[in-house]
T-cell receptor, first 116, second 116 residues
Framework: GAVVSQHPSWVICKSGTSVKIECRSL??????MFWYRQFPKQSLMLMAT?????????EQGVEKDKFLINHASLTLSTLTVTSAHPEDSSFYIC????????????FGPGTRLTVL | AQSVAQPEDQVNVAEGNPLTVKCTYS??????LFWYVQYPNRGLQFLLK??????LVKGSYGFEAEFNKSQTSFHLKKPSALVSDSALYFC??????????????FGTGTKLQVIP
């Protein structure tokens, strides 16, 4: 299947700093990318959907100024957590999908963010 | 709004026995249905999907799922469980058309524990 990578796989940062997470589709062009947040023992919470070259669509309750998403190319999307606080600590997962009505999403391995 | 229910937080099964992980869904119109598996601290891996046609869908690692429209269910099954199948399993649904057709909704996950 298609491969999606994320970098870094884990990051520890101080409160108030910003952290950028990269998501890349390695062997296909992803017209749509998704960012999820997963809390321990819970399901995935969709944060935003981004289409290449356009602004991301954020889910209700997700602060777009805090979670900046850029989908500059068909193979790269970035999530920047600005002015991170301990409550932003979580497991962030991206996924990518090729255009098409029923194509499944391919998920990255996730990034564990810990804010001290 | 679409939703997915996975009624069991955890399923325990002895190695070699058949396993079933339950999933029911609610969506407007016809659904696209998916199963994903997640190993600890990893992203989700695609197992199988239902789009149309045969109600019995076969996927990776010997898993299969049966689509039942009247019961709005999509239970995941495997004839003989392996210890390596122990993981967290997510069912997901997406409407084939209409509002929200791009958005995949995930269930809360079921932890499968295969006992040697």
């Amino acid at each position: 299947g298609a491969v999606v990578s994320q970098h870094p796989s884990w990051v520890i940062c101080k409160s108030g700093t910003s952290v950028k997470i990269e998501c890349r589709s390695l062997d296909f062009q992803a017209t749509t990318m998704f960012w999820y947040r997963q809390f321990p023992k819970q399901s995935l919470m969709l944060m935003a959907t981004s289409n290449e070259g356009s602004k991301a669509t954020y889910e209700q309750g997700v602060e777009k100024d805090k979670f900046l998403i850029n989908h500059a190319s068909l193979t790269l999307s970035t999530l920047t957590v600005t002015s991170a606080h301990p409550e932003d600590s979580s497991f962030y997962i991206c996924s990518a999908r090729v255009a098409g009505d029923y194509n499944e999403q391919f998920f990255g391995p996730g990034t564990r963010l810990t804010v001290l | 709004a679409q939703s997915v229910a996975q009624p069991e937080d955890q399923v325990n099964v002895a190695e070699g026995n058949p396993l079933t992980v339950k999933c029911t869904y609610s969506v407007s119109g016809n659904p696209y249905l998916f199963w994903y598996v997640q190993y600890p601290n990893r992203g989700l891996q695609f197992l199988l999907k239902y789009i149309t046609g045969d109600n019995l869908v076969k996927g990776s690692y010997g898993f299969e799922a049966e689509f039942n429209k009247s019961q709005t269910s999509f239970h995941l099954k495997k004839p003989s469980a392996l210890v390596s199948d122990s993981a967290l399993y997510f069912c997901a649904v997406r409407p084939q058309r209409g509002r929200g057709y791009q958005k995949v909704t995930f269930g809360t996950g079921t932890k499968l524990q295969v006992i040697p």
